[in-house]
């Protein structure tokens, strides 16, 4: 079993000893809410004229705020004691968000082009390799490179037409399905879209709760995109 790299929800189960363990383990709540926010730092500055003139002065990240039901003990406790942990180990971790699930078929690239770090559009194939079948704009993405395991960047599809996919923020990382990849040849690399994830850090000093007259807990945690 490996080590739940994964927040502990109904589907990512986690054992005593911290692994991930979907049969037995203990299953984490689900979401009441969740806030998703996408931050993009500008400076705005206008002339005498009221020209304004803008400028990106930091990277685009991904903000995720989580809101529980009432909890009871073993559902709190699965995912408190994962973060008290994360957080006192200054470690990543993944959060699933499957409100924005899509079911997309044909969703790695084929062998014939690589795309550069900062484009905002992939080709669609009319058909077979990279023809994305099902892909509707809105999607969450997250992408797979066994010869790139620093991409960890998260996605979101604002277009979809026949012929390409366009996409915020930029592409953080080259990607290179081609035989010029200079670790593998024509690796595969996809798109996974059923399973949206974002890679974050609880970002604040405390992680806090209540706990009511009736035994049960109430909880949220705001997290924030970590690359590193």
Do not use: C
């Amino acid at each position: 079993m490996a080590i739940q790299t994964v927040l502990p929800d109904p589907t990512h189960k986690i054992a005593d000893d911290g692994q991930e363990n979907t049969s037995s383990g203990a299953a984490g709540p689900g979401f009441k809410t969740v806030t998703l926010i996408s931050e993009l730092p500008r400076l705005i500055n206008t002339s005498n004229s009221g020209i304004s003139f803008r400028a990106l002065n930091r990277y685009q990240k991904w903000k995720v705020n989580i809101k529980y039901n009432d909890l009871i003990k073993s559902e709190f406790e699965a995912v408190y004691l994962y973060l008290l942990q994360r957080q006192a180990d200054q470690l990543a971790f993944f959060v699933d968000l499957p409100q924005y699930s899509q079911t997309v078929s044909a969703n790695s690239f084929p062998s014939t082009s690589a795309y550069e770090a900062g484009v905002t559009t992939f080709a669609r194939a009319s058909s077979g390799t990279g023809a994305f079948t099902g892909i509707a704009k809105g999607a969450l993405f997250h992408v797979t490179d066994p010869t790139d395991l620093v991409h960890k960047k998260a996605y979101k599809v604002v277009s979809v037409s026949s012929t390409q996919i366009q996409f915020t923020p930029p592409l953080q990382r080259k990607i290179d399905p081609t035989s010029n990849n200079p670790v593998v040849a024509t690796p595969t690399i996809s798109l996974i879209f059923d399973e949206p994830r974002v890679r974050v850090i609880a970002p604040t000093n405390e992680i806090t709760y209540t706990l009511n007259s009736s035994g049960l807990y109430s909880f949220s945690v705001n997290l924030e995109e970590a690359l590193g």
